[in-house]
């Protein structure tokens, strides 16, 4: 078990472009969530699946923001017309229904 | 307010030293986590406790559910475990979303 991953590590993007991210979690975790980190401030919930149903979206999830994870295994985070508020770390996680949260290294996002 | 408040925001100890950091919260929850991250972003859950007391090497964790409050211990505290301390809470029964404190810095010095 390689633990959760994403990738990219780092994206550098202008204003108005779309970006897309990807989470791959462990393999056993039906329960796959996105959180949002800006600096000095902890990590804010945006979305979470149980494979590949979404059951929660935070207010903070835009319009210009979507989530998918159709096959219930990796997850897709797409951020659309970015701006410069969007940037963030964004934190992917996993874990069993109702147990500890795994926690990927997360994407740097810089939109110049 | 925060739904999560946490304290101190910023912490600094010598090696050796017992470490508290406190953490409150207003909202019913089912589950407190402590978790912790490192300079470049990387999260590590501590603790998942919903009553009493956890203990893992020189940590341990504290809730009182009718106080609304948790404490995180650090015995003989250590240069490496100079990191953000992050207080989270799961705030219902029926899901499993984190709502987070902001953090304690903490660093320790040889």
């Known amino acids: 078990d390689t633990g959760v991953s994403q990738d990219p590590r780092h994206k550098i993007t202008k204003r108005g472009q779309n970006v897309t991210f990807r989470c791959d979690p462990i393999s056993e975790h039906n329960r796959l969530y996105w959180y949002r980190q800006t600096l000095g401030q902890g990590p804010e919930f945006l979305t979470y699946f149980q494979n590949e149903a979404q059951l929660e979206k935070s207010r903070l999830l835009s319009d210009r923001f979507s989530a998918e994870r159709p096959k219930g295994s990796f997850s897709t985070l797409e951020i659309q017309r970015t701006e410069q508020g969007d940037s963030a770390m964004y934190l992917c996680?996993?874990?069993?229904?109702?147990?500890?949260?795994?926690f990927g290294p997360g994407t740097r996002l810089t939109v110049l | 307010k925060n739904e999560v408040e946490q304290s101190p925001q910023n912490l600094t100890a010598q090696e050796g030293e017992f470490i508290t950091i406190n953490c409150s919260y207003s909202v019913g929850i089912s589950a407190l986590h402590w978790l912790q991250q490192h300079p470049g972003g990387g999260i590590v859950s501590l603790f998942m406790?919903?009553?009493g007391k956890k203990k893992h090497g020189r940590l341990i964790a504290t809730i009182n559910i009718q106080e609304k409050h948790s404490s995180l211990h650090i015995t003989a505290s250590h240069p490496r475990d100079s990191a953000v301390y992050i207080c989270?809470?799961?705030?219902?029964?029926?899901?499993?979303?984190?709502?987070f404190g902001t953090g304690t810095r903490l660093q320790v010095f040889p």
């Open positions: 406790l919903s009553s």
């Open positions: 989270a809470v799961r705030s219902g029964y029926n899901t499993d979303k984190l709502i």
């Open positions: 996680a996993s874990s069993l229904i109702g147990d500890t949260q795994y």
